[in-house]
């Protein structure tokens, strides 16, 4: 596992990364999870949904909380529906 810092996502659309950070918001809206999530490089949303993490994981979503330190691992994709902040 090698971690990718936030500010080297651009680069990195469709590729599988692991990213480590503190959590610094949760927002659970049902079916979706949403954390924001940084380190020393920048912010960045992750975006869980339910149908497709296994019970163990649920269960371990449900803990975190903000300034948790947590390490996820996943696909970068592109924010959808709206334009990049600058």
Do not use: H
């Given at each position: 596992m090698q971690k990718t810092n936030i500010d080297q996502l651009?680069?990195?659309v469709n590729q599988k990364v692991t990213l480590m950070g503190w959590?610094?918001?949760r927002r659970n809206l049902g079916k979706i999870v949403f954390l924001n999530l940084r380190d020393a490089f920048g912010k960045v949303q992750i975006?869980?949904?339910l149908k497709?993490?296994?019970d163990q994981s649920?269960?371990?979503l449900e803990?975190?909380?903000n300034e948790f330190v947590i390490?996820?691992?996943g696909v970068v994709r592109l924010r959808?529906?709206?334009e990049k902040k600058r």
């Open positions: 651009n680069n990195l959590v610094q918001s975006v869980l949904t497709e993490l296994d649920i269960k371990q803990k975190i909380r390490s996820v691992e959808q529906g709206k």
